[in-house]
């Protein structure tokens, strides 16, 4: 991040970030269109589930490619590559969402800062259980960062936010994800040296253990 900003429900300027990492062997599943195909015409109104196994439990994310093209494609070839794998929940709101999606290794995170996509068309609301990936105030600036929505805050879709699937398990979870920090972890600081700040400042941080397909 530039810098932090802050969410609210009337107007929400929450800065991306972006980052890669090196491809885990151990998923076993198809490869999935990158965001990069899709803005060229590819795409797929298949249905995936991936599922966040946190430091709270799991939670269980179904993926719609007919409701955000791009926004799909990039999360899918993000849990592919294992980049939210000991990631943070760096910003939780309670009654407002949680967020995460900086990678914990700065130099991992450097391949990934300004890989930004194309924004979506808005096709569902930013609702209750919704997943959705996080902005700033300017067009096409998602990279990696995503939050879960706790509450209808369907406020923030004439602001370009365009969830692209929702949660159908493990909602109990996402709700009691720590909320004990807020707003207080300095993205810039993650950015620059990682989940090693996070450990040392804010230690009861909820995390992603790992990230992947299931494969049904």
């Not at 994800?177 to 972890?185: M, S, T, V």
Request: proline share 6%; net charge negative.
């Amino acid at each position: 991040m530039h810098c932090r900003m802050t969410l609210s429900v009337l107007a929400v300027s929450v800065m991306l970030t972006g980052m890669s990492c090196v491809k885990r062997s151990d998923v076993g599943a198809p490869p999935v269109p990158t965001a990069e195909s899709l803005q060229s015409g590819g795409s797929s109104d298949e249905t995936i589930l991936v599922r966040l196994e946190t430091s709270k439990g799991n939670i269980e994310i179904e993926v719609h490619p007919d409701w955000a093209p791009r926004g799909s494609a990039r999360f899918q070839e993000l849990v592919e590559i294992g980049f939210y794998d000991e990631c943070r929940f760096f910003r939780v709101l309670p009654n407002f969402m949680a967020q995460v999606g900086i990678n914990g290794d700065p130099q991992v995170h450097a391949q990934w800062g300004d890989n930004t996509i194309q924004d979506d068309p808005v096709i569902q609301s930013n609702l209750a259980g919704y997943v959705t990936f996080a902005k700033s105030g300017l067009p096409n600036s998602r990279s990696t960062q995503f939050f879960i929505n706790f509450k209808d805050n369907s406020s923030l879709d004439s602001q370009r936010f365009s969830p692209f699937g929702k949660v159908v398990a493990g909602m109990d979870v996402a709700l009691a994800i720590n909320a004990e920090y807020r707003e207080l972890p300095d993205q810039n600081a993650i950015r620059q040296v990682g989940n090693k700040y996070l450990a040392s400042q804010f230690p009861n941080l909820d995390f992603i253990k790992k990230a992947y397909v299931v494969r049904e």
